[in-house]
């Protein structure tokens, strides 16, 4: 029985050597093999010398491999830092037969008249007390003492705004564009300094034809004509101008701004910084010629904007019941208008809005968006008398609303005819219907960057690269090969202890067969 086992145990310790000698070869065949298969097929020749080489050669192999991967952390970090930096690039096209109309704001220089003042005692004592103030104030304050006067009515005017309010219906006459009628596509807006304002919006596609007589043609009257205009302030002149009170400056300065801007927005203030509009004066024919610039913007780290799909329709808060609000947006803050002035806004509380304006958020610039400048404005002295009866479009617009009371028109059909003082003739046109783009795109994208990776990479030898796969394969083979090779190198060594110290049952097992072999050997020669 005994021999058996050991016979089993001398089987079983030739079978474990063979296998570790077995992973063994297949451990450093696999290892060099791969070496030698990267530094054939790729450009890995540092670590395959690092490996081949001994003594200073391998240091000096070391050295190399170091420095070249060195050199390509830092120029990959380069390449990184460079595209978190964003950079820009501008393409230009040039001749896009593609003008749009833009929207037209026309703010009337003067909000109300003296004849509007005579509905209530009231109005009158809030315009002399406001004008007695600011008077005595004068040398204590910077600016026009009547600017400030006008600012300060401005909570007056929206108490009474429903009946001292101007609206477009009295004061355009005529508005066609491109030869169609448009008088019913004015809104009312809102502004702290020109109180009520009109916005035309053109939705006209193009291509639109260009030069005289074929864009936007408005007549604007004055309306009462035996009425004083009441606070009638021109921004753009100095402030000793603005102040000056005898009684024919304010019908000399009563008349429009005008300012054009982008479909549903609204110009930005005060007028001193709009290089897109322009003061018009009853009596005058003016021609101005717009050109538009498309410029198409990327959404950057440092300068935010929103894209088209969801940037808000930028408009005026809304202060007065007729005008339009501010901007849409799925949340945001709910106003309550306390006598309706812009400095006596409470924030109510905090919900989704329910119509169009409830919610005052920031507006952000749009990344997409046209700039509209004036090419060139020429006024003329306007000679000419109009007859009312030629404003057919005017009453039917005016019949078909039902606007038949006195003051929704200071006008007659069969009336006398509207003196040229009176009226302001304009005439709105593209300069050319070709839009510049200034299209900005992003200098540096993703896939360049994993492409420049790629060349660098093998710039430098592929060695980081590789290196780090090789890593990967070796701990693949160590924990796939190495470790089953020591674990039977282990076993094996176990064994072969085994063998060199028996114990004390083999002890007994080796001596009985020796005593035994004795004992027959004796009696054999016997």
Same mark, same amino acid.
């Given at each position: 029985m005994k021999p058996m086992v050991a016979n089993h145990a001398i089987d079983d310790e030739k079978r474990l050597e063979k296998k570790a000698r077995r992973l063994a070869s297949v451990f450093y065949g696999s290892r060099w093999g791969i070496w030698m298969d990267f530094a054939e097929t790729t450009t890995l020749h540092g670590p395959i010398h690092i490996t081949a080489t001994k003594g200073k050669l391998r240091v000096y192999y070391a050295i190399v491999v170091f420095f070249m991967s060195s050199m390509f952390i830092a120029h990959a970090s380069y390449l990184f830092l460079q595209y978190l930096s964003f950079p820009v690039l501008t393409e230009i096209k040039y001749g896009n037969i593609d003008f749009t109309y833009p929207d037209v704001t026309i703010c009337p220089n003067s909000p109300f008249t003296d004849l509007d003042f005579n509905i209530d005692p009231r109005l009158m004592n809030s315009l002399n007390s406001s004008e007695k103030f600011w008077i005595e104030k004068k040398d204590a304050i910077s600016g026009s003492p009547r600017m400030h006067q006008k600012r300060s009515m401005l909570s007056v005017f929206y108490r009474w705004s429903s009946v001292?309010?101007?609206?477009?219906?009295?004061?355009?006459?005529? #508005?066609?564009? $491109?030869?169609?009628? #448009?008088? @019913?596509?004015?809104i009312i807006t809102e502004h702290p300094t020109y109180y009520r304002c009109f916005t035309l919006r053109v939705r006209v596609k193009p291509p639109v034809p260009a030069g005289p007589t074929n864009g936007i043609r408005l007549i604007l009257h004055r309306g009462r004509t035996n009425a004083r205009p009441l606070l009638s302030i021109v921004e753009e002149e100095p402030a000793a101008l603005? *102040?000056? @009170?005898?009684w024919d400056t304010p019908f000399q300065k009563d008349g429009f701004f005008i300012a054009f801007h982008e479909q549903d927005t609204f110009p930005s203030f005060p007028v001193q910084s709009l290089p897109n509009g322009l003061t018009l004066r009853f009596g005058q024919t003016t021609r101005i010629s717009l050109e538009q610039t498309h410029y198409e913007a990327v959404n950057l780290t440092g300068r935010v904007c929103a894209n088209e799909n969801h940037a808000p329709q930028i408009e005026l808060l809304r202060l007065d019941k007729e005008s339009q609000s501010n901007a849409d947006q799925t949340e945001g803050k709910l106003f309550l208008l306390l006598n309706a002035p812009s400095f006596l806004l409470r924030v109510v509380t905090s919900e989704e809005p329910h119509a169009v304006g409830d919610g005052l958020p920031g507006c952000p610039l749009r990344c997409k968006r046209r700039m509209i400048s004036v090419h060139s404005s020429l006024q *003329?002295? =306007?000679?000419?008398?109009v007859d009312p009866k030629? =404003? /057919?479009?005017?009453?039917?617009?005016?019949?078909?609303?039902?606007?038949?009371?006195?003051?929704?028109?200071? /006008?007659?059909? $069969?009336?006398p005819?509207?003196? *040229?003082?009176? =009226? /302001?003739?304009? @005439?709105?046109?593209p300069v050319s219907e070709m839009v510049n783009q200034i299209i900005e795109n992003p200098g540096y994208l993703m896939t360049r960057f994993l492409s420049d990776l790629g060349g660098i990479s093998g710039l430098y030898v592929g060695i980081t690269m590789y290196t780090l796969a090789e890593i990967v394969d070796v701990i693949t083979q160590? =924990?796939?090969v190495y470790l089953p090779h020591v674990w039977a190198a282990a076993k094996l060594g176990v064994k072969k202890q085994l063998a060199k110290h028996p114990t004390n049952e083999d002890k007994e097992t080796q001596l009985t067969e020796s005593h035994t072999e004795q004992v027959f050997t004796e009696t054999t020669s016997s």
């Open positions: 001292v309010g101007k609206r477009p219906h009295q004061y355009v006459l005529e #508005c066609q564009v $491109n030869k169609f009628e #448009c008088l @019913d596509n004015f603005q *102040s000056v @009170d005898t *003329s002295k =306007l000679v000419q008398n030629i =404003l /057919i479009s005017y009453f039917e617009m005016l019949n078909l609303k039902g606007l038949k009371r006195l003051r929704d028109s200071f /006008i007659k059909q $069969n009336g005819s509207i003196l *040229s003082k009176d =009226l /302001i003739f304009l @005439d709105i046109h160590f =924990l796939c």
